[in-house]
């Protein structure tokens, strides 16, 4: 005999998409921190969910009028950090696919994850990802959260570009997207815990 266990407490209904759950807790949440990160001087840099969300949607937008399309892979070869946080959010609820890479991978691999990704857009984290990407890459656009002197002809886009007033914030976010649509590839060597 099957046994199953239940629980006692009921679950609120399944948000369907990235951009309702932004923005409802935003509504819910708004002047608490969302995520916290030590700093070089060993302080602690906090955002709120107001904040948080006003970035990503800046995010979105700028990568929207970057030309970063819905279903376009956007391949994230950074270390867990709050920018990286606002991106893949920004990325997801824009309708585009985020594919976070380990952030220290060697070339060969770091290579072949963008390439068997099918990527059209790279978000690396500075000079020591850098190091490790080949200049023929086919990629549209390469940004950049921290400042790289060395460039070797390969454009690259400051990270800050990408945190200027956009137009349009609230529409560069998919309200209305299918909780069935792809926002996260499906592939054994892409982290899905995007929330953890």
């Known amino acids: 005999m099957e046994k199953i266990l239940r629980s006692d407490i009921s679950l609120d209904d399944v948000v369907p998409n990235i951009a309702i759950m932004l923005q409802n807790n935003v509504a819910r949440f708004g002047e608490k ?5 030590r700093t070089p001087e060993s302080d602690f840099n906090c955002v709120n969910w107001k904040d948080f969300y006003s970035d990503v949607l800046k995010i979105a937008s700028n990568l929207r009028s970057a030309g970063v399309e819905k279903q376009d892979k956007v391949v994230l070869f950074c270390p867990n950090s709050l920018n990286m ?3 893949e959010m920004a990325i997801m609820a824009s309708g585009a696919i985020a594919v976070p890479i380990f952030a220290y991978f060697k070339r060969n691999t770091a290579e072949l994850l963008i390439h068997h990704a099918d990527a059209k857009y790279l978000i690396i984290d500075g000079p020591t ?5 080949g200049a023929d890459l086919g990629l549209k656009k390469i940004w ?3 400042e790289i002197h060395s460039v070797q002809g390969i454009k690259l886009t ?4 990408l945190l200027s007033t956009g137009e349009d ?3 560069a976010v998919y309200f209305d997207a299918d909780p069935d649509e792809i926002c996260i590839p499906q592939a054994p060597w892409v982290h899905q815990n ?3």
Do not use: V
Request: negative net charge; hydrophobic residues 40%; aromatic residues 20%.
């Open 158 to 161: 400051s990270f800050s570009d």
């Open 33 to 37: 921190e969302i995520f916290c990160e």
């Open 169 to 171: 914030l609230i529409d």
């Open 194 to 196: 995007a929330f953890s």
């Open 85 to 87: 946080l606002k991106t």
């Open 129 to 133: 990802q850098f190091s490790q990407l």
């Open 144 to 146: 950049t959260f921290n």
